[in-house]
């Protein structure tokens, strides 16, 4: 595939290492190259069959509108958007392209994902819940997008909302944690990413997986198919 990499951070720079060792050909282009998505034009993209996007919130949403608009198959590792879902799904669909999106691409997370949902059930019994997360500082949003998705499975399967605490020290690469107590004791649900390759890895067979396919996709719904 030939694909085209937004962000030159230290995910993205990763993600187009990890698709160069998978066989692709990738361009990776950093804000500087694209500032407002300037340089995202139909005639710039038609020589790429998808494009992964991890740059910033700020730029996301223009990177979005240009590449869809264009009908580009897009896999979206940047969060900080989720308040414009329902416009980008509209416009996914209207342009009969491919979008799949993500807080987290590890494959582990998305498996944490699902032991914490089995877990909330022991909210009901006298248990009270919080979600800690940590990032680098550099990070620029907070709570990070994980850990909200991680909220939002745990309040769809328990009816209770969790409060979110979120710490942004050193090079944290990120780590969330769900502590369930109890007055008898604590269940304590921890993930750690010891690096960014599982981000990477998880991406760019995203890319893979997404190739043909139309539709706007949460990587937690597919990521056992891949």
């Known amino acids: 595939m030939n694909l085209l990499i937004l962000g030159r951070g230290k995910t993205g720079t990763l993600v187009a290492e990890v698709a160069r060792e998978r066989g692709h050909e990738i361009v990776q282009m950093g804000g500087v ?3 407002h998505a300037a ?8 020589g790429f069959d998808s494009v992964i996007d991890f740059t910033t919130p700020q730029a996301v949403l223009e990177n979005m509108n240009a590449c869809v608009g264009a009908g580009k198959n897009m896999v979206v590792g ?4 989720y308040g414009d879902l329902d416009r980008m799904r509209r416009l996914v669909e209207d342009k009969r392209t491919g ?3 993500g807080p987290n691409f590890s494959l582990s ?6 032991v914490a949902r089995t877990a909330a059930g022991i909210l009901q ?33 328990s009816g209770t909302e969790l409060e979110v605490i979120s710490f942004r020290e050193g090079d944290v690469v990120g780590m969330h944690e769900l502590v369930l107590d109890s007055r008898n004791d604590t269940i304590y649900l921890c993930h750690d990413s010891k690096s960014r390759r599982g ?7 995203a890319a893979e997986w997404l190739a043909g396919k139309q539709g706007f996709f949460e990587f937690k719904e597919v990521w056992r198919g891949m």
Do not use: C, M
């Open 33 to 35: 190259d694209n500032p």
């Open 39 to 46: 340089a995202l034009t139909a005639e710039r993209l038609a």
């Open 78 to 81: 940047t969060t900080g958007w």
């Open 99 to 101: 979008l799949l999106y």
């Open 109 to 114: 997370i998305n498996l944490f994902f699902e």
């Open 125 to 157: 019994h006298q248990y009270l819940g919080q979600i800690f997360e940590r990032h680098h500082a550099q990070k620029k949003d907070a709570p990070s997008g994980t850990a909200l998705t991680l909220q939002k499975v745990i309040r769809e399967a």
């Open 199 to 205: 981000f990477a890895e998880g991406a760019v067979r």
